[in-house]
């Protein structure tokens, strides 16, 4: 094409950057090269493998340090911890939970196990994620404060909670959107699943919501084979949090008494073993991952057409995915992209569809969502395995 955006130029751009000889290149694999098997093989040795043991415990309190909360509970998976986090905030059956229509499919799963109504929101093109000033304007035509709440005027519902999500690791505008949950009477949840190892001026996400949400599935910056974890600076949610993940079980050396509806959702000894030897990786993997991302940044920079998605101001990104945006002008010609790319061993994808489009979600509220919509158009995700970025490669 006359402007020099062929597919050619993306396959070429990317080269650049990944390694010459390479079989085919995952979006994201775990690296497992620390103390993984030792830790592992202790819990084998000693037989504490399973919903006790101390790996469980340290890689909460190691979370809770690192994210800078007073209190990380462990759960089997990201959406787990979603599941409960909004339990926790008081959310019921026919409340409406405000969330971005750009996201993986957990955010809405969680918050339909609550039987509660997600209510979609648009995003911002700077951060990828919910648009606090458009989502005020928005609340100022259609919400309503009452007693019980914030209410949507248009269905009665009440607007319970909002769960923002960190796309890709780049941090959500969260100072606005404090303000306009303060404003409205609405809880903060924030879905950090992808946002391990990000901050937002200079403090690690989640520690804005009244509860937050992380995932280690295999695919995340750190992996425990499957899991997620609960974060609060609230003490009393953080132990109410891992009783009800942990049936609800009150303490007695032999009796088996339940005082609540309980979830059977707490991480394996072994899993945690994992989290524990990944944790300690996690700093060098920030490094390869923010070195990648740069080095892609580069390679994009005089391509007209497509550009890097880089983290927005006032952030620092664990660049969890790495994204190429189209110009809505070129938008057309994405598939052909992402059809070369994985032909020649380059994982690409684009991004999730709208939630608003799916056919249990169809009916759901929404507001304007020309921005999302743009964006799931035109947006392609590369490969961003900590591996890629210097400084792994021989460790
Ligand atoms: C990964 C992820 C989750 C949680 O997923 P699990 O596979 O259940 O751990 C939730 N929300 C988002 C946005 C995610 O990317």
């Known amino acids: 094409m006359s402007n020099g955006l062929s597919v050619h130029t993306l396959l070429n751009a990317l080269q650049s950057v990944l390694p010459p000889e390479h079989s085919f290149l995952p979006l994201h694999e775990p690296r497992l090269n620390g103390n993984e098997w030792t830790y592992v093989k202790e819990c084998l040795d000693t037989g504490w493998v399973s919903s006790v043991g101390k790996f469980v415990d340290r890689f909460e309190e190691e979370l809770a340090a690192y994210t800078g909360v007073k209190r990380a509970v462990a759960v089997v998976n990201g ?33 339909s196990y609550c039987g509660a109504i997600p209510h979609f929101i648009d995003s911002e093109e700077s951060t990828l994620g919910v648009d606090p000033f458009k989502l005020n304007r928005y609340l100022e035509e259609i919400a309503e404060l009452r007693a019980g709440g914030c209410f949507n005027r248009l ?22 959107l404090v303000n306009i949950c303060r404003r409205f009477d609405i809880t903060l949840i924030e879905d950090a699943a992808e946002s391990l190892g990000s ?8 520690q804005w919501g009244l509860l937050s949400a992380l995932s280690f599935n295999g695919n995340k910056t750190i992996t425990t084979g499957g899991g997620g974890a609960i974060l609060t600076n609230d003490e009393d949610l953080g132990l109410l949090a891992k009783h009800i993940t942990t049936t609800a079980k009150t303490p007695h050396r032999w009796k088996f008494n339940h005082d609540m509806i309980g979830y059977n959702y707490r991480m394996p000894n072994i899993n945690a073993a994992l989290g524990c030897a990944q944790l ?42 790495n994204a190429l945006l189209l110009d809505e ?6 598939d052909a992209f992402l059809e070369a790319t994985n032909n020649a061993g380059i994982m690409t994808r684009p991004v ?32 961003s395995s900590a591996i890629l970025g210097r400084g792994m490669a021989n460790a």
């Open 79 to 111: 959406t787990a911890a979603l599941h409960v986090c909004l339990l926790l905030a008081g959310v019921k059956a026919g409340d409406e939970i405000l969330m971005p229509a750009l996201t993986f499919i957990a955010t809405a799963n969680a918050i």
């Open 329 to 334: 002008g070129h938008a057309g010609r994405r």
């Open 199 to 206: 901050f937002y001026k200079g403090r690690h996400t989640g």
């Open 352 to 383: 999730w569809s709208l939630m608003n489009k799916l056919p249990m979600f169809t009916d759901c509220p929404k507001m304007d969502l020309s921005v999302a919509e743009s964006l799931e158009r035109r947006l392609i995700n590369i490969p």
């Open 155 to 176: 269905t009665g519902h009440r607007i319970k909670a909002i769960v923002p999500m960190h796309t890709f690791g780049h941090p959500v505008d969260l100072d606005p």
């Open 280 to 321: 300690e990786q996690l700093p060098d993997f920030l490094t390869a991952k923010r070195d990648l991302a740069e080095r892609y940044r580069k390679a994009f920079t005089e391509i007209p057409g497509i550009s890097f998605f880089s983290e927005p101001a006032n952030s620092q990104s664990n660049y969890w995915l």
